[in-house]
């Protein structure tokens, strides 16, 4: 139980559907991620979300649309992907602010796009 | 700016053979620094941290020690397994609190 917990496992979609991918954290942090972790390729951090405001978006595309109701839920909304957006997704979170504290990761989202 | 560079894998080795991963990082300031390992199909677990310069983060035999002086925190363990198999990320948090983590490295422990 890492305390991060990501829905679904895997996902398989078409270019033209829209799904969501969920996370939620039950350890009380105020910081949460998506990454995008593809074969071959360095760990790509997506969004950052401090106390439910975003904070960082690293140049994403905008068929990926994050979410966060709240500091425990995160979402990433995905529509008209490409087969490149295959990849693991990974949400994480972690207490912002303090530089001693890791972060938690889920187990991650595989998505293929078809 | 905040970088992290970790030796290129993939690492092969055979089971109770000494590991060493390299890791060294570029940073104002003192960072905490963190090891974290990726077993197939998972996400990333924390393995091991260090917060200040000479400190050693230990965890299920594998050890890292933050040096300062080199701005290095070299994994190593004595005997690996053949259940270490995995993908090791070095990673550091600077005093901008980013998370900043090296490329990754592949081990593979034939029996």
């Known amino acids: 139980e890492t305390g991060v917990t990501q829905t679904p496992r895997h996902l398989v979609m078409g270019m033209t559907n829209k799904k969501s991918l969920k996370c939620e954290q039950h350890l009380g942090h105020n910081a949460m991620y998506w990454y995008k972790q593809s074969a071959k390729k360095p760990l790509e951090l997506m969004f950052v979300y401090n106390f439910k405001e975003q904070t960082e978006n690293n140049s994403v595309p905008s068929r990926f649309s994050p979410e966060c109701p709240n500091s425990s839920h995160l979402f990433l909304h995905l529509h008209t992907l490409q087969p490149e957006d295959s990849a693991l997704y990974l949400c994480a979170?972690?207490?912002?602010?303090?530089?001693?504290?890791?972060?938690?990761?889920?187990?991650g989202t595989r998505l293929t796009v078809v | 700016g905040d970088s992290v560079t970790q030796m290129e894998g993939p690492v092969t080795l055979s089971e109770e053979a000494f590991l060493t991963i390299n890791c060294t990082y570029t940073a104002t300031g003192y960072p905490s620094l963190f090891w974290y390992v990726q077993y197939p199909?998972?996400?990333?677990?924390?393995?091991?941290?260090?917060?200040?310069?000479?400190?050693?983060?230990?965890?299920?035999?594998?050890?890292?020690?933050?040096?300062?002086?080199?701005?290095?925190?070299?994994?190593?363990?004595?005997?690996?397994?053949?259940?270490?198999?995995?993908v090791y990320f070095c990673a550091m948090r600077g005093s901008n609190y980013k998370l900043t983590f090296g490329k990754g490295t592949l081990l593979t422990v034939n029996p």
Request: charged share 30%.
């Open chain 1, 93 to 107: 979170s972690s207490q912002e602010r303090q530089m001693n504290t890791e972060a938690f990761f889920g187990q």
């Open chain 2, 41 to 86: 199909g998972e996400g990333l677990q924390l393995l091991l941290k260090a917060t200040k310069a000479d400190d050693k983060g230990s965890n299920k035999g594998f050890e890292a020690t933050y040096r300062k002086e080199t701005t290095s925190f070299h994994l190593e363990k004595g005997s690996v397994q053949v259940s270490d198999s995995a």
